[in-house]
């Protein structure tokens, strides 16, 4: 996954719920590698936009967290 790319939790949500669906249906040891894989850079994301400041008040109020 390229690092510089913008990613949401919208994002995240469908990526994540693709790849569990395809596992449950095909669950082979390359899916179960995809999908450890990508709950691990889903980590890092949530870790990393744990850590944000928001500076803007309306952000910050908007922010479901």
Not at 20 to 28: E, G, L
Request: contains cysteine; glycine residues 2%.
């Amino acid at each position: 996954m390229d690092q510089n790319t913008p990613l949401s939790m919208d994002w995240w949500m469908h990526e994540l719920y693709r790849c569990i669906k395809s596992f449950i249906h095909n669950p082979t040891e390359d899916m179960q590698n995809r999908l450890t894989s990508l709950l691990g850079e889903y980590r890092s994301f949530h870790d990393a936009r744990a850590n944000q400041i928001i500076h803007d008040e309306h952000e910050h109020v908007m922010d479901y967290r």
